[in-house]
Structure formats: structure tokens, C-alpha cells
């Protein structure tokens, strides 16, 4: 850019900075429900679902009392979900997928139906993976995943018909065919961004989702029943989280506005992107990392309640007195899906010589709310939500950091969908919440007189 341009350029910043403020005031004078929360934290009402609760506290005569969180798929306790798919040996994640878009369990045969059916729908349309991944790769798999689906757009016959015969198939298809976008998608950013050999592979429609992601991810293919297990745990515990979240709000606004499914979806994405939602668990483990470095024992509780310490007090770390994966904005005394992670993390650690590394995590865990009420002078009840321990899960299964939170969105695609289909069919109202204008009224001025 030439120098009058970036002059010029640097003008137009200052004076967007000058201009986009607002006093903090105000939002008090109007009642302002910021980020759609009431003032105890909790979130305002603005819908009704059957798609999935939250629960991780009540509510007794207008004060907050802590529970032990609960998560639940159409009113069943997805802790019962994990153990009888452990129990039988079984993978679990398309039972959850089938039960939170029909609203009840399968039966053994109409879930196997319902697996070879995703099966038959996870190979890509032809040239796909050519015209829309590799000649266009990029740095960013979620932004290439929201691409992927938005340009699966362009491959469908009927692509704006929202009648839900074809939401229901166009939600099929791309709960299918996401582990093949997000794999390709990283074969591309390594070959073109880092220099590695392009290895694609296909998707085997016998195969779950979990292990079609782990085949197509790995060069020979190659992994463990309990590697599998693992991956299909962390699906089950990601599918959905209540239409509250931010990417599931994001699904009923956009869809409520009879757009078509691919524009809703990749703005579900677009939302999960970021750091505040699904890229938590990068932060946890940059955290980890710099306990690492930073003590000489990762075994030593006392030099891991140390730095802890440091962290609380801005003094390491990226100094934001955070620790991340610790708290949650709905749970308080425990989130059920850390808590079915590290139940099950434990034996993947012994398979893979990590566990010193794991009583690391269970160690921060454990010291970090009596630490967080003591440095903080706060009574806030917080313990470890699902980001604390899913990267770690991430780490042994050999999966690149850059991947973590495409596979939330893998996941969470069912979640999405259900609750698209929930909103187009239920609801006949475009979501349109209100905005105060504080601006004054000003007169225009003629450009001769400026």
C-alpha cells in the first residue's frame, strides 16, 4: 500500500476509534441485559426447547445455589448414555445423533439402519475435495469447514426447500460427511501451508464416526479400539449443549429467518470459531505448557499450587489471572462432561505413557477453586468444564492442536441441526431482539459547510 494510502488508512482507524464508544452507564440507566444475561449471571429466557437441558444450579427465592451439573439429550441423562455404550462395548455417538434428532432412543435395528444409511452419505460429491478444498486451502480449518458446507450448497438439487423431509437429509448428509471435510481440509493446510506429502483417504461406511475420523486423519490408517473409544466418548459429550450457546442461538436466529440449511450451519461455525466458545481448549493447553516450563516437577503438588498462584495474580502465563478450563457459566460444583473425560482419559494415559502428565491436569484441577476463593476474595463455586480435559484427550490421540475445535464442530453438527429443525418447525417468528438508540438527533449539514 502506498504511503498516502496507509496515511490515509490510519485516518479512517482513528477516527472508527473515536467514534464506536459507549458509556458503561448507560447500559444500567436502560436495563440492558448484556450478552443476554440477567444480573446474577444466569441467562435471559428467550426460548423453549426439547432439544437439551443445562443444569447446573437452582434457583431458591431469587439466589443461586450450586449443584453438581447434569447434562440431558431429550430428557436422558447422558451420563447414563456413555456408560451403557461402555458397558456394551458399542459406539455411541450415532445413537446420540439419531435420539437428539427424533427425540427417543432407536431400536438396535432401526439404529443400524440408520448407520448404514450415514454411511452411504460420508463419501464427498465428485471433485469436491479438488474444486473446493484443494485449490483453495487455507491456513484455518474452521474457516475451510464453514466454506466446505456452504459451498455444499452448489452440489444440491433442491438446496432452499426448508420442508423437513430435506432439512432432515441435507442434516444427514453433512453430519456424514463432516469428518471427511474436516480431514481433507487438514491435508490441504498441511501440504500447501506446511510442506508435508498430501495424503487423502476415503471414508469407509462401515465405520463409525470416530473411527472414520481417526482412519482418514492418519497415514496408515492405523488405531486402537480404545483410541476410538475415546474419540467417540468426546462426540457424545459435544453433541449438544442446550439452545443457550452461543452457536446454538446463532442456529435458531439465522434459521428463524427462513434461510437455507448450509447458510445456517456455516454460521454455527463462524460462532464456534472463536475463542470465547469452542477454541477454549487451545487456551488450556498453552496453560499446561507453561506449567511445564515453569516448574521442575509436574508431579509436585506444591510447585503446581505455586504457579497456580502466580497465574491467579497475573504474574504468568498470558497474565489475564485466569485458569482456564476451570469454571463455567452454567455449571458450578462440576461439569458432567469433564468429569466422564477424566473417568475415562486415564486409561488412554497408561496406554500412552502420559500419565504423569494426566495427575498434572487432576492436580490443577483439585487445588485451583480453594486457590481461585482465597486470591480472588470470591465465593464463585467453580471446577473443571469439558475444555480442561479435551485437548489433553486430543494431545494422546495424536490429533494437531489446530484440529480441536473442528472436531467440536463435528460433533456439535447434530446438536445444530436438531435445533434448526426445532426452530423452523416450531416457531413462525423471525428472533428480533431490541436495540436502544443513544445517539442524538442531528440535524444533516451541507458538505459545502463541514
Known sequence: ???????????????????????????????????????DGSGVLVGLTKVGEVHGYVLDEGEKLPIYGTLR???IDVEEIVHACRKEKRFGFEEVAYLLLFGHLPSKDTLSKFNSYLGSKRGLPR???????????????????????LASYSYDENPDDCSLENVLRQSFELIARMPVFIA????????????????LHMPVPELSTAENFLHLMRADNEYTPLEAELLDLALILHAEHGGGNNSAFTTHVVSSSGTDTYSAIAAAIGSLKGPKHGGAN????????????????ITDEQQIKDHIVKLLKKESYDHSGLIYGIGHAVYTKSDPRAVLLRENALALAKQKGMEDEFYLYDIIARNTPKLFAEIKK???IV??????????????????????????????????????????????????????SVSKKTAYMPISER
Not at 420 to 433: A, F, K, L
Request: aromatic share 12%.
Open 282 to 297: 487451545a487456551r488450556v493447553m498453552g496453560m499446561i505448557e507453561d506449567f511445564k516450563a515453569n516448574i521442575t516437577d
Open 184 to 199: 481433507h481440509a487438514y491435508q490441504a493446510k498441511s501440504h500447501y501451508f506446511g510442506g508435508k506429502s498430501l495424503i
Open 73 to 75: 439429550y431429550r430428557g
Open 378 to 380: 470470591s465465593d464463585k
Open 127 to 149: 471433485n469436491f475435495t479438488e474444486d473446493m478444498i484443494l485449490k483453495a486451502p487455507s491456513g484455518d480449518i474452521m474457516n475451510k469447514l464453514a466454506r466446505c458446507v
Open 383 to 436: 471446577a473443571p468444564n469439558v475444555d480442561f480435559y479435551s485437548g489433553f484427550v486430543y494431545k494422546m490421540l495424536n490429533i494437531p492442536p489446530e484440529v480441536y475445535t473442528p472436531i467440536f464442530a463435528m460433533s456439535r453438527i447434530v446438536g445444530w441441526c436438531a435445533h434448526r429443525i426445532e426452530e423452523i418447525t416450531v416457531s413462525d417468528r423471525i428472533i428480533r431482539p431490541a436495540y436502544k
Open 1 to 39: 500500500m502506498p504511503e498516502t494510502n496507509k496515511e490515509i488508512f490510519r485516518e479512517l482507524c482513528d477516527e472508527a476509534r473515536s467514534i464506536y464508544t459507549m458509556e458503561p452507564e448507560l447500559y444500567t440507566t436502560f436495563n440492558v441485559k448484556r450478552g443476554l444475561r440477567n444480573a
